[in-house]
């Protein structure tokens, strides 16, 4: 979708944005949240979306109006419409903004499997005087980039493998000249020794893979901010395989890196200073009498010795792995973690909050701010000496599952696996498992599956560095 920006509407078809304190209101209409309707005046097609009261109007709410705005607009079929920016007093300096998120991520469908393409708005014109044309070109770029992470976890796990997410790694570096992409082969990651992240993979016909991005925006400065994505492309269980309602959805278990790629996609087109690796360790959990087995033990790159007694705990592993490789050999400064982790996050926060685990009360602030800014909500948990304690093992050094009962604080010793490998560099882990993946109905912005969340969460985090 194409978003100019302009003075005045040109387009036929209006939507428009209405709070309840509003003067003038079509009838019927009374301008609450989420409401819509639709008027025909001449030749003009007006969509009226509600925002609620005008004191409480904050960007979500602008954001998932335009979304149900845009999403009329397709039902009617319309190609081309102006957005109006509304102007209330209560609103914030920018509204145009989260009026443009809006139109993008929520004009976004899957159709790859669909016969029948439904068409879409090809042009947002969005009338605002508080904007600049560079400006809303950016956030539509980083907006396109959480649909291209979207399509990556919504496809089959037989389309998106291991090696096509580092062939889009390859791709993203293409991009741009300040993007480089290096990427671990299947023997090379066995002969490296990233053993964890090896046995994981091992069960499939598709080959594991580890892609690192580096993008350098501040050559100057030695800071560098690693982002791992979890990158299993189909998550069975392994031998301890899934049941039948827990497994159908196990193609978003790559959301962590599409979240990654999308955000390397949206770096090239931007070009912030700041440096960034971005680190895609990708494996097909399968179950096959070549895969990983429970009780099995295996070195991991760090050299730390791992007890494996589940193996559908699996994202643990290729992470380690993969955040150890990175502390080797990219020097990161500081490490991010995106991981469609623990089922138990699900029970914790729901599916619109994320899991937020840090060892630093500073970077968690700021990553919780940018989420309370992008409303991609984060919560933080803690991980206390009792959860180090759960994860040690009487064979290896550490264990894949805990101690601890069956259902207790499971995403906080997840958590705690995750933090015996990041050598004590300031750290967080978002466990998306919630919030990746939208099984319920379309709300606003977010769609039903692939959500590409996280993307507009790490975009604010690293533009306020
Ligand atoms: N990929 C799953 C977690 C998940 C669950 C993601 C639901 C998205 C939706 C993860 O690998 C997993 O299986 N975790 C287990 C860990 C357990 C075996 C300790 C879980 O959460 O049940
Ligand atoms: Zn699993
Ligand atoms: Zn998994």
């Known amino acids: 979708m194409k978003v100019t920006i302009s003075k005045s509407a040109k387009n036929n078809t209006h939507i428009t944005f209405l709070t309840e304190e509003s003067k003038i ?14 008027r025909y005046k001449n030749k003009n097609t007006i969509i009226y979306c509600g925002l609620g009261k005008g004191n409480k109007c904050a960007d979500t709410i602008l954001r998932s109006a335009a979304a149900i705005g845009i999403r009329k607009a397709i039902d009617l079929k319309r190609k081309r419409v102006s957005i109006i ?29 669909k016969s029948e393409k439904p068409k879409t708005v090809t042009t947002a014109e969005v009338v605002s005087k508080n904007i600049t044309k560079k400006e809303a070109k950016d956030i539509a770029s ?45 023997k090379e990651i066995k002969e490296k020794g990233l053993s964890l992240l090896y046995a994981v993979g091992q069960g499939s016909p598709y080959p594991p893979r580890l892609a690192i991005l580096e993008y350098m925006g501040n050559p100057e400065s030695k800071k560098n901010i690693a982002i791992v994505g979890k990158g299993i492309t189909f998550d069975s269980g392994g031998q301890n395989l899934k049941p039948t309602a827990h497994i ?22 931007l070009k912030p200073g700041v440096n960034v690796t971005g680190v895609v360790p990708a494996a097909h959990n399968a179950i096959d009498s070549t895969s990983y087995l429970p009780g099995d033990t295996y070195k991991s790159y760090s050299g730390k010795t791992v007890e494996i007694l589940n193996t559908d705990a699996e994202g643990r592993l290729a992470l380690a792995d993969a955040i150890s490789y990175c502390i080797k050999n990219f020097s990161p400064t500081e490490i991010i973690d995106l991981a469609t982790l623990t089922g138990s996050i699900l029970s914790a926060l729901g599916d619109t909050i994320a899991g937020l685990f840090s060892n630093n009360d500073a970077l968690a602030d700021k990553l919780f701010q940018s989420g309370e800014k992008t409303g991609e909500r984060l919560w933080r948990l803690p991980i206390y000496d009792e959860h180090r304690e759960a994860i040690k093992s009487d064979i290896a050094d550490i264990r894949n599952i805990s101690k601890l009962k069956k259902g207790h604080a499971g995403s906080i010793t997840a958590a705690a696996f995750i933090e015996s490998f990041v050598n004590n560099l300031p750290w967080a882990h978002l466990d998306i498992a919630g919030t990746a993946f939208n099984e ?12 590409g969340f996280g993307i507009r969460l790490l975009m604010d985090y690293l533009l306020n560095k």
């Open 248 to 269: 159908e959805t196990m193609r978003c278990d790559m959301a962590g890196a599409a979240a990654v790629l999308g955000l390397m996609k949206a770096l090239a087109g």
């Open 440 to 451: 319920g109905e379309v709300r606003g912005e977010v769609p039903k599956f692939g959500t």
């Open 142 to 186: 980083v907006c396109e980039s959480i649909n291209y992470a979207r399509d990556l976890v919504n496809d089959n796990a037989n389309e998106i493998f291991p090696e096509r997410l580092a062939e889009e790694a390859l791709s993203i570096a293409s991009l741009s000249d300040d993007i480089t992409c290096t990427v671990l082969t299947d």
């Open 25 to 38: 209101k079509p009838k019927d209409f009374e301008g609450k949240k989420d409401e819509i309707t639709v």
């Open 85 to 113: 920016e509304p102007k209330i007093k209560d609103l914030k300096k920018y509204p145009a903004i989260a009026l443009i998120e809006g139109a993008v991520l929520g004009s976004y469908i899957f159709t790859k499997y």
